[in-house]
């Protein structure tokens, strides 16, 4: 009995485990090279050393496979390219697919079209699932891979079978009746530990992320207490001198332009400064019972001036009865950073539209504009200290809004496309 069963475990099975190993190999490169901030070469020599990487383990794939007598094999390279889709990218996915159909064309010369339909099948599928990639829990992108390498698999064992059936020479014993059944598993269980393994690095390289954030934020706040502080008091006296020079007679009013321009440079470092002091004050004070609509009415009537100097329209369209608890003048701060990045964001005549309404128990709060949006990598980075594209920017007005609805229990999400417009959706706690 335990003969029998050597015998048919044998050769095939132990086969079907080197694929599963082979198949795991490119994780561990995926390991090495993933990060979550990296700069653009340093991304073309990823992509290409997982490319690289990718076509040998589909190639040592295809050079190992297990062998159904007379003519057929079974191998996992299929997940290869699941995993280049998902995270190396579509190109390097077709890469992939190019090189098991060469393979198995030119190389082992047992191509069949139901191989090609099978790995058309798994490449549409990723590309259409990448897209929300992001988005999806871990849950989902587990049981969404091992659903489709479980299909793909026994799509590719009826086809043998169905092969088998018209080929007077091949018989179906019983190792190979095993390993038909082996198959579909050993591709779930492959798929299902890649996947796993690389939600694992992501997440840690991510926590790694928000720590290094957090210190930076930590001594961003001290510096900032020190300083900002000391700074202001000087520059104070010399405003006020100015502006008695500015009234003075015995300077001519030509003169006096000079005067009123080093008045508005010191109120500019005057709002840098209040930028920093913003994040070294302490996070919790006593919140208030917030009136949203009156709130926003109040934000309006500060920005309105600007907005119109800008050539920029606002619209409001604010839901009575809405209540948040919060500071006011942190509430404000954080609609004015927003609106004011939404002016500077959008071209002569855009329009930008500010809603609030109640969704659940939520109080949602979006300022959305029509200007130059942002790409994904820009998104991720919003809120890092001194992350600007301005050339008068800080950098720490989103850092500053973050920090504030955090305290405030609330969530940012940002929605944008590039060139279409960005929308910045604040939820807040319902009271
Ligand atoms: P600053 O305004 O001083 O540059 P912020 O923290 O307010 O600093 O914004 C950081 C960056 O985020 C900006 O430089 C800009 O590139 C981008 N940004 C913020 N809001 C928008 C928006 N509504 N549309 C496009 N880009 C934006
Ligand atoms: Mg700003």
């Known amino acids: 009995m335990i003969m029998y069963i050597m015998n048919l475990v044998s050769t095939g099975i132990k086969d079907l485990l080197l694929q599963m190993l ?21 991304k073309n020599i990823r992509h290409k050393t997982i490319g690289l990487f990718t076509v040998c383990g589909v190639i ?17 390279s299929f997940i290869i390219l699941i995993i280049a889709v998902v995270y190396s990218g579509y190109v390097t996915g077709l890469f992939a697919f190019a090189t098991i159909l060469l393979m198995k064309i030119f190389v082992l010369q047992v191509f069949t079209l139901f191989d090609f339909f099978n790995l058309a099948f798994v490449i549409v599928f990723c590309i259409l699932f990448v897209r929300n990639y992001e988005n999806s829990n871990r849950v989902l992108k587990v049981s969404f891979f091992t659903t489709l390498a479980c299909l793909a698999a026994v799509f590719q064992v009826l086809a043998i079978i169905f092969l088998m059936t018209k080929d007077s020479n091949a018989v179906i014993t019983g190792e190979i009746t095993l390993i038909f059944f082996m198959y579909p598993v050993v591709s779930m269980t492959s798929i299902w530990m890649v996947v796993h393994l690389n939600e694992n690095i992501r997440e840690k390289q991510k926590m790694e992320m928000e720590i290094q954030r957090t210190e930076r934020m930590n001594i961003i706040g001290h510096l900032a207490a020190s300083v900002a502080h000391e700074i202001r008091n000087p520059m104070t006296v010399v405003r006020g001198f100015m502006q008695i020079f500015n009234k003075e007679t015995f300077i001519p009013d030509n003169k006096k332009i000079y005067l009123q321009l080093m008045i508005e440079e010191l109120d500019r470092a005057e709002g840098i400064i209040n930028d920093y002091l913003s994040l070294a004050r302490p996070k919790i004070e006593k919140q208030d019972r917030i ?19 800008n050539n920029v329209s606002l619209t409001l369209n604010v839901e009575d009865d809405l209540h948040v608890m919060g500071i006011p003048e942190k509430v404000n701060q954080v609609l004015i950073n927003l609106i004011k990045n939404s002016v500077e964001a959008s071209p002569d005549g855009e ?81």
């Not at 109040?298 to 907005?307: C, D, R």
């Open 351 to 431: 329009l930008i539209e500010i809603a609030a309404y109640q969704e659940e128990d939520k109080v949602i709060i979006s300022v959305k504009d029509q200007g130059v949006g942002l790409t994904q990598e820009e998104i991720k980075l919003l809120g890092t200290p001194f992350y600007t594209t301005k050339e008068n920017g800080t950098g720490l007005g989103l850092m500053v809004c973050y920090q504030i609805i955090k305290a405030m229990n609330g969530k940012f999400d940002v929605v944008s496309e590039k060139n279409k417009g960005t929308e910045f959706i604040i939820k807040l706690p319902a009271v």
């Open 291 to 309: 009136n949203v609509k009156q709130q926003i009415q109040s934000v309006y009537e500060i920005i309105l001036s600007y907005a119109v100097l």
């Open 22 to 42: 082979l198949v795991i190999f490119p994780v561990f490169v995926l390991q090495i090279t993933w990060r979550n901030y990296i700069s653009n070469s340093e």
């Open 60 to 76: 040592l794939c295809l050079l190992f496979p297990v062998f159904i007598p007379t003519q057929y094999i079974l191998d996992l």
